[in-house]
């Protein structure tokens, strides 16, 4: 039996939408966060100790840039997913006017994105990465 939620249960999964949205946020600042003090780390290792320890930590380096790409398409996604849940909830509740969502992009405003940076940044560390690797095994 399928009958339409009423306006509490709908402000309750509205509220748990809402809620997982800023952790998906703060999530992927998060994991930048420890790449980037993990690369600087890295570096720091390698700048004091020669490029001898590249076996080990370039290859890591590639292989933690390749996830780092694959967790922020997989947050991408998930934002997406509750962000058009809450679209519904909004639209049901009527209240279109007075929420602030992410609006659709098209043109310029496709490629302009903060995902597509954190996407691009994460496809440049992990072809820097893998030209280093390579070079550095010539």
Known sequence: MNQEPNEKSLI??????????????NERLQFTYI????VAGILAFLEKFGFSG???????????SFFGLIVTL???LEF??????????VKKLHLDEFMGLPTSYSGIGKIIRVRNAFIGFYVIMFLMWLYLLITTME
């Open 80 to 89: 997406d997913n509750h962000i058009s849940r809450i679209k519904e909830i």
């Open 54 to 64: 590249h076996i080990y930590l370039i290859p890591f380096l590639v292989i933690f």
């Open 35 to 38: 790449y980037v003090i993990l």
């Open 74 to 76: 997989k947050i991408g």
């Open 12 to 25: 309750a999964a509205l509220n748990q939408n809402w809620q997982h949205v800023r952790h998906i946020e």
